[in-house]
């Protein structure tokens, strides 16, 4: 079988799974890797090890020798072999990274820390301009929380919001949308970004500034959308809204509720600069820069903040620290089955097959968009959208873009908005918890959200022709 067929028997397998058996992500994504294996031909494999070690001796990652042992090595291995050794690869990456997001998380949703950002927010900007600060609020607490954990913490407030001054709660809403939605697929070290910068080979930093970066654009393109549609659309809070939120008598300060967000991003961005300019005396900056280190720095913090908050209750802190290891394996799992399906996916071979398709290069953005929208429209999850077009964007970086490879990585992100409808969690528990109607949301966050990733893929397309970083 060819690489393309290949890919589409692979990606077919994962959207029929999950579609139509409703198969857990990590069952799908596992057994599309294990067929593809099994089906990829000898051919293709000797071609990729001999185009991967061309690759690696060529940017002195690699001696000959050592490229030798490889081809020997990559050659005894079966099947299953590869799949297993992709599925540990993944882990190694990305495992403590989401374990570690989601002890920060946790610790700041319990320590009340995530309370204190969005009151911050709010007192920064003031309660006339609400929306701008459940935008700003929503944004950064999407960097080491989930969008749903976001929107179940944040939608109490708005609707207490809306009853206390009247404001009009529909631009709220589609504010806090806007800002999670987008940090959600673009900031690590939520798992979406973070594999696809892996799979890709782009600097943890530099995904984070990028992300950042076009995040800013795409959340001020959904705040104006947001003030639009909520002038033209109506919605009425849902009675008695949740005032405890507002209670700021035991919540922690606002430097120690923010440094378990900030802390990672300077870290890391320190590190990578120092990569950058590698200043004589100041290896602190890269040993501590670390991914895997800089985020288990700032879990501790979100942790000694939660173990503030409760006094010490050393049973509230083990099902804290419980209830985040267990999500974050479920996440770490998925994740890793997408680097077991990403990796035999390469050792078909793709990387060379897209890049002998004549002006593949100048397309290389948007059709990364467009396979992770169709996705991402196709099985409802953007994470998992993600990790499927993560392969298809690794393959376009194996060639001579003329741009940085990160613009890939923030291609498939913006890719993963498009289309949210009933088969989207995320379409539901926004439906339900603000108390509209599935008409509303779908004439309402479903187009704000597909623009907002239109419009990212737009100001990516540009900024990899400005600055291109190469």
């Known amino acids: 079988m060819t690489p393309f067929l290949l890919l589409s028997l692979g990606m077919a397998i994962v959207l029929l799974l999950v579609i139509w058996l409703k198969l857990h992500p990590f069952l799908a994504l596992t057994f599309a890797a294990v067929v593809v294996s099994f089906s990829t031909p000898q051919a293709s494999l000797d071609n990729y090890a001999e185009n991967h070690t061309r690759s690696q001796i060529k940017r002195d990652k690699m001696t000959e020798p050592k490229a030798v042992q490889f081809k020997e090595d990559f050659k005894k291995l079966s099947p299953m072999k590869r799949v297993v050794s992709e599925f540990g690869g993944g882990c190694a990456k990305v495992g403590l990274i989401i374990a570690f997001a989601a002890l920060i998380g946790k610790c700041m949703l319990e320590s009340g820390a995530a309370s204190r950002v969005v009151l911050l927010a709010i007192s920064l900007f003031g309660e006339k301009r609400a929306g701008l600060a459940f935008l700003c609020s929503g944004f950064i607490l999407a960097v080491p929380v989930f969008f749903d954990t976001v929107f179940y913490l944040l939608i109490p407030i708005a609707i207490a919001m809306a009853h206390r001054t009247g404001g009009n709660y529909l631009f709220y809403v589609l504010c806090i949308v806007a800002g999670g939605t987008m940090a959600h697929s673009l900031v690590p070290p939520t798992p979406g970004p973070l594999l696809v910068a892996e799979e890709i080979g782009v600097d943890i930093g530099a995904m984070m500034l990028g992300g950042l970066g076009i995040g800013l654009f795409t959340v001020t393109f959904g705040y104006l959308y947001a003030r639009r549609a909520s002038r033209k659309f109506k919605l009425s809070p849902p009675e008695v809204p949740d005032t405890v939120h507002f209670n700021t008598d035991k919540l922690p300060s606002a430097m120690m509720s923010l440094l378990p967000v900030l802390l990672p991003i300077i870290l890391v961005t320190g590190g990578t600069l120092h990569g950058i300019i590698k200043p004589d005396g100041w290896e602190i900056f890269k040993v501590l820069g670390d991914k895997n280190l800089a985020l288990g720095i700032s879990a501790l913090v979100a942790f000694l903040v939660l173990y503030k908050s409760c006094s010490g209750d050393k049973e509230k802190l083990r099902n804290s620290s419980s209830d985040a290891f267990s999500s974050g394996a479920v996440i770490v799992i998925i994740t890793a089955a997408g680097a077991a399906f990403g990796g035999v996916l390469k050792q078909t071979d793709i990387a060379t097959s897209i890049g002998s398709i004549e002006g593949s290069q100048a397309l290389a953005l948007p059709v990364c968009f467009l396979i992770t929208a169709l996705v991402r429209t196709a099985q409802g999850s953007a994470t998992v959208a993600m990790i499927t077009a993560a392969p298809i964007a690794a393959a376009f970086a194996s060639q ?40 509303q949301t779908l004439r309402t966050v479903t187009p704000m959200m597909s623009l907002m990733g239109i419009f990212g893929l737009v100001v990516t397309v540009l900024a990899s022709f400005l600055l291109p970083f190469k």
């Open 400 to 439: 001579d873009l003329g741009f940085h490879p990160v613009y890939l990585a923030l291609a498939v992100g913006c890719g993963s908005k498009p289309i949210p409808w009933m088969n989207d969690s995320g379409f539901w528990v926004v439906t339900k918890m603000s108390g509209m109607q599935e008409s």
